[in-house]
């Protein structure tokens, strides 16, 4: 970050123009704040996936406050409904034979499972 016609001080780089000086702070700025993501190549896998079928399903490219999991039956982007997650995840449970209680309360999710059955009920 430097001013005009003078050396960045921390890369020791001549900033000569308004748009190298802005390219020099938008870095400075997310190093400094840390705007990197780092994801293991699974993660990163789904996420492209889920870009995909998402272009695939609307005909564009996800928006910044669109759903990353979204109701493939909506003719909207939407996200998905809480109690159908909840209950694929139960069903997967109990295929896998594993306590949904326990996966529910590993994942944080104790109570929305408490809620989920009070519902169902």
């Not at 020791?12 to 400075?28: D, P, Y």
């Not at 109701?71 to 694929?88: K, M, Y």
Request: contains cysteine; aromatic residues 6%; neutral net charge.
């Amino acid at each position: 970050m430097c001013p005009k016609n003078a050396a960045d001080t921390t890369t020791g780089q001549q900033c000569t123009t308004k748009s190298a000086m802005v390219k020099q702070k938008r870095k400075a700025r997310s190093e400094a704040v840390g705007h990197g993501v780092t994801m293991s190549p699974r993660l990163r896998e789904v996420l492209l996936k889920q870009r995909a079928a998402f272009v695939q399903k609307f005909g564009r490219e996800p928006g910044l406050t669109e759903p990353v999991f979204f109701d493939p039956s909506a003719d909207d982007p939407q996200p998905l409904d809480a109690d159908e997650v909840t209950a694929g995840l139960l069903d997967a449970c109990e295929r896998a034979g594993l306590d949904p209680d326990q996966v529910f309360s590993h994942l944080g999710w104790g109570q929305d499972l408490d809620a989920y059955r009070k519902k169902i009920q």
